[in-house]
């Protein structure tokens, strides 16, 4: 895809946008190595799941279900593989998911506004970390908790991130 | 085979990918896997980024630490150097607190040991004003009980005597001055003779005739004869013997560090003191008092 094109469900108007050569790759791969390395000097940067947000964002702006739970996927595994401690699928099968939810989303809501951006993400961050524990609680019998303060606090932050994060990476649309 | 629909192609797709990596998992905990080939390809393809972005990283944290982060570096430096100042100063002060402290509870030990003694505790407040004499000057006087000629002592020993008193301060004449003078013997062989100052740091004793074996090191205490001094109060070591004619020249040094008094006892009594710790090693005193005596030297 060239450039961006429009989709209509009913009398709605939405906006399918496309991203330079190597964006979406690129974008993915920096928010991996960031998230792998940045809390080792801060540790307050834990609270951040980068790759988590590249995924909404990309599955959010493409507006294709299947784009998006296969790049959720890729991302996914790749975090996985960089998370020693976690079976390979644990965040593949919650990114997934969310990229699917976000593709679908996105693919019928206006979702530019930053107050929309800052709201789905932290209902994704939770929703995401809710398979995580389901995952860990029934395929791989580990106890993990549903909700918790710092779940929450987790998802208003990274739904802040996200806002900044999305008009960055905003620039990297073709222009239309 | 019935076609997919479009619209649900995507679902059909979300649930084959959720399958493939429930059994990607599955696979994982049954043969205890961690799938080393994916992850070996991520790290391969990730690493390279994270060399980049930890030197970017590192050159910049050591730009910012080495120069950016050292803008106030000065200002704590003259703030941690005052506050050394001020550290130091107060150190001093409560070493000297210490100090005092340790005196004061010597001097308390003595006073305690001779409970039955009259004595007043004082502080020196002053030194003599001309080179030539060795006085120093108390913070008590006549209104606390001191009189000329009484005793000025210290736990170390022998100090001087009252040359003068006034309503609050009085007046010593340490016993190196040229004119002290206090009534001594040996403390071994019992050899009698007057001790005095030469305004020197050491004092002398007078007449000990040359056919007398005497011994550097050899302690020197009160006689009691000069009815100023209790009997066997320290007054010093001999450092040095000479013959003479027709007395041995004997120096001593002092017990009571003369140059640094800070505290003293004043006798507020001719009667002999009893002997406690603070005189420990020496003869006991006799219980018999020699006030009687007459004074064989007066200083």
Redesign the interface.
């Known amino acids: 895809m060239n450039g961006a094109f429009d989709l209509r469900i009913g009398e709605s108007h939405i906006e399918v946008h496309n991203f330079r050569t190597g964006a979406i790759v690129l974008s993915a791969?920096?928010a991996?190595?960031?998230q792998?390395?940045f809390p080792l000097?801060f540790t307050r940067a834990a609270l951040l799941d980068l790759p988590l947000l590249v995924t909404i964002y990309f599955g959010l702006s493409r507006r294709?279900?299947?784009t998006g739970?296969?790049l959720g996927?890729v991302i996914g595994?790749?975090q996985?593989?960089?998370t020693?401690t976690v079976?390979?699928?644990?965040y593949?099968?919650a990114k997934?998911?969310i990229g699917?939810l976000a593709?679908?989303i996105g693919a019928r809501l206006d979702t530019e506004h930053p107050a929309a951006r800052y709201a789905l993400t932290a209902g994704f961050f939770i929703l995401h970390q809710a398979v995580v524990a389901l995952?860990r609680r029934i395929?791989?019998g580990q106890p993990e908790s549903w909700f918790s303060l710092h779940l929450f606090g987790a998802a208003l932050l990274n739904g802040l991130i996200a806002v900044l994060l999305f008009l960055l990476l905003d620039r990297l649309r073709r222009p239309s | 085979m019935a076609a997919i629909p479009s619209r649900h192609k995507s679902l059909v797709l979300l649930a084959g990918v959720i399958l493939l990596q429930v059994l990607l998992l599955a696979v994982q905990i049954k043969r205890d896997s961690q799938g080393r080939l994916i992850r070996t390809w991520t790290v391969g393809a990730v690493s390279p980024l994270e060399r980049v972005g930890s030197y970017v990283f590192g050159s910049f944290r050591n730009t910012w630490r080495n120069y950016f982060a050292l803008r106030g570096t000065k200002k704590d430096n003259d703030d941690l150097r005052r506050e050394n100042d001020a550290l130091k100063l107060r150190l001093a002060q409560l070493e000297g607190k210490a100090a005092e402290a340790d005196r004061l509870a010597a001097l308390l030990h003595f006073r305690q040991s001779q409970a039955d003694v009259p004595m007043v505790a004082a502080r020196v407040i002053g030194g003599s004003a001309g080179p030539a004499s060795q006085t120093i000057v108390l913070d008590r006087g006549e209104h606390d009980g001191i009189r000329k000629d009484m005793g000025v002592i210290t736990p170390d020993g022998v100090v001087g005597k009252v040359i003068e008193t006034y309503p609050n301060t009085a007046q010593v004449l340490l016993l190196t001055d040229k004119e002290s003078g206090v009534d001594a013997i040996l403390a071994d062989s019992r050899i009698q003779s007057p001790v005095g100052g030469v305004g020197e740091p050491l004092i002398t004793m007078k007449y000990v005739p040359n056919d007398d074996d005497v011994s550097v090191g050899a302690r020197v205490v009160t006689s009691g004869m000069d009815r100023i001094f209790p009997r066997d109060l320290p007054v010093g070591t001999i450092t040095q013997i000479k013959p003479g004619n027709p007395f041995k020249q004997i120096r001593i040094k002092p017990s009571a560090n003369l140059e640094r008094l800070e505290e003293v006892l004043v006798l507020l009594t001719l009667h002999p003191l009893k002997q406690g710790d603070s005189t420990e090693g020496q003869p006991p005193a006799p219980a018999a008092a020699n006030s009687a005596h007459p004074q064989e030297s007066n200083p």
């Open positions: 791969l920096f991996l190595v960031i792998a390395w000097h294709n279900p299947s739970l296969l996927t595994l790749m996985d593989s960089l020693p079976p390979l699928g644990l593949g099968i997934t998911i699917y593709s679908s995952t395929l791989l």
